[in-house]
């Protein structure tokens, strides 16, 4: 059990350009969850996967957000025309089916300049 | 809508002291409640979960109440160490909803003098 893996640790960005994110969940976990984090804040959900399927997005993902998770193992998630107000922790965390007990990765910490 | 908060956001003690964390929730038709730990910068690390059923749960010094009635959990830490300096967070997920989004609380930074 490697646990949930995260790539980037680090982004440093500049406003307007695109970033991406990928997310490896624990093997067999078939549910796969997305948050942001600013500092001093929990994390706000964003999205969450079962399978491929995507079934759930937040209102906080606009329209220049997007995440996949093509295959129903890694997922990964993209930010368009970043912002100053996109720095955040993006946090990964995955499920068994029918689990309660959410796993969460070390998280991307992107900065936007 | 659920809302999930935390207090104190701060909390200060010397080591070797007792403390309890608070958290609310709002909608008391949760299926669970669970305690995280993040350390500065990193991810979150499960401790405690417990299920609506249950009263509280236990894991070496650490130990977790949930009442639905009042809509409370606390989270109960003895003997505190200089190791358990990080900040505490509480989530509960959706109501009715078993498996899906987790709310959070936003957090007790906890931070234990040697």
């Known amino acids: 059990d490697t646990g949930v893996s995260q790539d980037p640790r680090h982004k440093i960005t500049k406003r307007g350009q695109n970033v991406t994110f990928r997310c490896d969940p624990i093997s067999e976990h078939n549910r796969l969850y997305w948050y942001r984090q600013t500092l001093g804040q929990g994390p706000e959900f964003l999205t969450y996967f079962q399978n491929e399927a995507q079934l759930e997005k937040s209102r906080l993902l606009s329209d220049r957000f997007s995440a996949e998770r093509p295959k129903g193992s890694f997922s990964t998630l993209e930010i368009q025309r970043t912002e100053q107000g996109d720095s955040a922790m993006y946090l990964c965390?995955?499920?068994?089916?029918?689990?309660?007990?959410?796993?969460f990765g070390p998280g991307t910490r992107l900065t936007v300049l | 809508k659920q809302e999930v908060t935390q207090i104190p956001a701060a909390l200060s003690v010397p080591e070797g002291e007792n403390l309890v964390l608070n958290c609310s929730f709002t909608?008391?038709?949760?299926?669970?409640l669970q305690w995280f730990r993040q350390d500065p910068g990193k991810g979150l690390t499960s401790l405690l979960l417990i299920q609506s059923s249950q009263r509280e749960q236990t894991s070496g010094r650490l130990n977790a109440s949930l009442d639905k009635s009042s809509g409370r959990s606390t989270l109960y830490i003895a003997a505190s160490q200089p190791g358990d300096s990080a900040t505490y967070l509480c989530a509960v997920p959706t109501p009715y909803n078993q498996g899906g989004k987790l709310i959070f609380g936003q957090g007790t930074e906890l931070s234990v003098k040697p």
């Open positions: 965390a995955s499920s068994v089916p029918g689990g309660d007990t959410q796993y």
């Open positions: 909608d008391s038709a949760i299926y669970n």
